[in-house]
């Protein structure tokens, strides 16, 4: 199973859920918190994939 690669825009979102103060490059460089960081941004892309706005439109609701 291959691992799903966050984009910037979900490592982004991720920052921000995890509120940390230190900036998110500095983050990346860190091995520790870069995993902790992918992790949540993952999480986002599973959640993010689940939404569709024109299913939502159409009130089909599965």
């Not at 859920?17 to 870069?34: A, F």
């Amino acid at each position: 199973m291959t691992r799903i690669e966050p984009d910037r825009a979900a490592l982004q979102i991720a920052h921000g859920m995890l509120r940390s103060t230190r900036p998110l490059d500095d983050m990346l460089k860190v091995p520790g918190l870069k995993a902790v960081l992918y992790a949540a941004a993952r999480r986002h892309m599973k959640r993010r994939d689940r939404f569709d706005p024109k299913k939502m439109q159409a009130n089909d609701n599965d």
